[in-house]
């Protein structure tokens, strides 16, 4: 027969082995703003030219004043289309 405790072992258990499988739900905002960070600095300085470093500043731009005005789905749509090869 099973008792209560060895029932309770076998979850406690069982939780642990979800918990270490699983990521957790809880999400350090600032760690993933600094990669962002990182990932723009990155992008920012593989250019070379001024030229194609002003172009990247006028994006940057473009998607400050979408924000601004409540546009997120304007990017999103722009950002999608980009991934999948789509043209303007």
Do not use: C
């Not at 099973?2 to 939780?15: D, F, H, P, V």
């Not at 546009?71 to 722009?78: D, L, P």
């Amino acid at each position: 027969m099973i008792t209560t405790s060895k029932i309770n072992g076998i979850k406690e258990k069982i939780q642990k082995a979800i918990n270490a499988i699983l990521p957790s739900k809880e999400v350090d905002l600032d760690e993933v703003k600094d990669g962002v960070w990182k990932e723009l600095s990155r992008i920012y300085y593989k250019y070379e030219d001024e030229s194609q470093k002003q172009a990247f500043r006028e994006i940057m731009r473009e998607i400050g004043e979408k924000l601004s005005e409540g546009k997120w789905s304007t990017i999103y749509h722009k950002l999608y289309q980009k991934e999948r090869g789509a043209s303007d």
